[in-house]
C-alpha cells in the first residue's frame, strides 16, 4: 500500500495523542504508578507530598503542679528530722517538690502529632493527622484505612 509520508505523519500524531488520553484516564481513576513502574489501582492509596510534624502546648499546668509539689514535699520534709533539721528539712521538700510538680504539670500539657499531606491516586488531595509518621517520607506511596491510618505500600 502506497501512503503519502505527511498522511502517516498525521496518523501517528493523532494515534499518539490518543495514547496519552487513554493514560491520563487511568491515572485519574485511582491508578497509581509504582517506581518499578507496576500499576496499581485502589481509590483509598496516594502519594505522600508531606510529613509536617505539630507540637501542641496545652493549657500549661505548671502552676497547679508546683503547688501541689510544694505541698506534698513540705509536709513529707516535715515528717523528717528533729528541731532545726525538721524546718530544713519542710522547707527543702516544699522547694524540691515545687520544682518536680512544675516539671511534671509542662509535660502532660503538650502533645506531638504528624500532618500527612497525601495525593490520592483519584487526583484528590488528602490530609491525615497521625500520632506517629516517623516511617513515612515524602514520595512514599501509602494506603489509607477508615480510621485515618497510614500503611505504607511495598
Known sequence: MNTHPLFSL???AVLGL???????AQSGSGVLVRSDGIYLRC?????VQRVEHNVSQGSGHGTAGA???????GVLGNQVGKGSGRTLATVGGAVGGGFAGHAIGNKTGSSDS???RIKM??????????????????????????????????
Open 114 to 116: 504528624w500532618t500527612v
Open 43 to 47: 481509590d483509598q492509596c496516594g502519594t
Open 10 to 12: 498525521a496518523l501517528a
Open 121 to 154: 491516586g483519584n487526583g484528590s488531595i488528602q490530609n491525615v493527622q497521625v500520632k506517629d509518621a516517623s516511617a513515612i517520607r515524602e514520595g512514599d506511596m501509602v494506603q489509607v484505612d477508615a480510621n485515618g491510618n497510614i500503611m505504607r505500600i511495598q
Open 18 to 24: 490518543a495514547g496519552t488520553g487513554a493514560a491520563a
Open 67 to 73: 503547688v501541689i509539689g510544694a505541698i506534698a514535699g
